[in-house]
């Protein structure tokens, strides 16, 4: 199993930047792919960027420009400029495995930028 403790959020106004981590413990070797989501009003997670065991990563377009993600070891960072309101929400952290069909999720963490 892993486990995935997720730090970094905050209050921040538009156009701020944060920088989100997310540090991986247990079977770290067995991670194929780690992912920040953003929590929608009804509980919807949608995916905001990927990066694969492989290097390869990937941003939503409606971040493209503005976020960053990266990976160093068991920790994946999410940098986030020009921060705007609707980017508001409580960041998870997903982390998927070779060997198993269920993903590993953080606790999450809350990021509000105001107007």
């Known amino acids: 199993q892993v486990q995935l403790v997720e730090s970094g959020g905050g209050l921040v106004q538009a156009g701020g930047s944060l920088r989100l981590s997310c540090a991986a413990s247990g079977s770290i070797s067995s991670i194929s792919g780690m992912a920040w989501f953003r929590q929608l009003p009804g509980n919807q997670r949608v995916w905001v960027a990927g990066?694969?065991?492989?290097?390869a990563r990937n941003v939503a377009d409606s971040v493209k420009g503005r976020f960053t993600i990266s990976r160093d070891k068991n920790t994946v960072f999410l940098q986030m400029n020009s921060l705007k309101p609707e980017d508001t929400g409580v960041y998870y952290c997903?982390?998927?495995?070779?060997?198993?069909?269920?993903?590993?999720w953080g606790q999450g963490t809350q990021v509000t930028v105001s107007s």
């Open positions: 990066v694969q065991t492989s290097g």
């Open positions: 997903k982390a998927t495995t070779y060997d198993s069909p269920t993903a590993s």
